[in-house]
């Protein structure tokens, strides 16, 4: 299962970090990553991570902004948010596929096996 945390209330301009740790799986985890569902829109994927390569790939409003980072030895993502704006609201879902993709495909077409719970990032003043 992957499991988040981090979230919450966040002023315009400020910073936030999220943190996701696989756990119980069988098999091994190549890559990682986050997905947002603002309220009223569809779950988009904004950054994602190759583990062994740490290549990454971030969605055009996230760029310079934000920057994931990955810990294969321990199945685990993070995703540095600054300068949050409040288009940056919604819930963030931590991801990964089973097998082998790039880290492109995995957030754009998307190529996801494995969700979290979800944590929510409201900013706002």
């Known amino acids: 299962q992957l499991v988040e945390s981090g979230g919450g209330l966040v002023q315009p301009g400020g910073s936030l970090n999220l943190s996701c740790v696989a756990s119980?799986?069988?098999?091994?985890?190549?890559?990682m990553g986050w997905f947002r569902q603002a309220p009223g829109k569809e779950r988009e994927g904004i950054s994602c991570i190759n583990l062994w390569t740490n290549g990454t790939y971030s969605e055009d409003s996230v760029k310079g902004r934000f920057t994931i980072s990955g810990d294969k030895a321990r199945n685990r993502v993070y995703l540095q948010m600054t300068n949050v704006n409040p288009e940056d609201t919604g819930v963030y879902y931590c991801?990964?596929?089973?097998?082998?993709?790039?880290?492109?495909?995995?957030?754009?077409?998307?190529?996801?096996?494995?969700w979290g719970q979800g944590t929510q990032v409201t900013v706002s003043s």
């Open positions: 119980g799986l069988t098999e091994e985890i190549w890559f």
């Open positions: 991801a990964a596929p089973r097998g082998i993709t790039t880290e492109n495909q995995m957030c754009v077409i998307p190529v996801v096996d494995l």
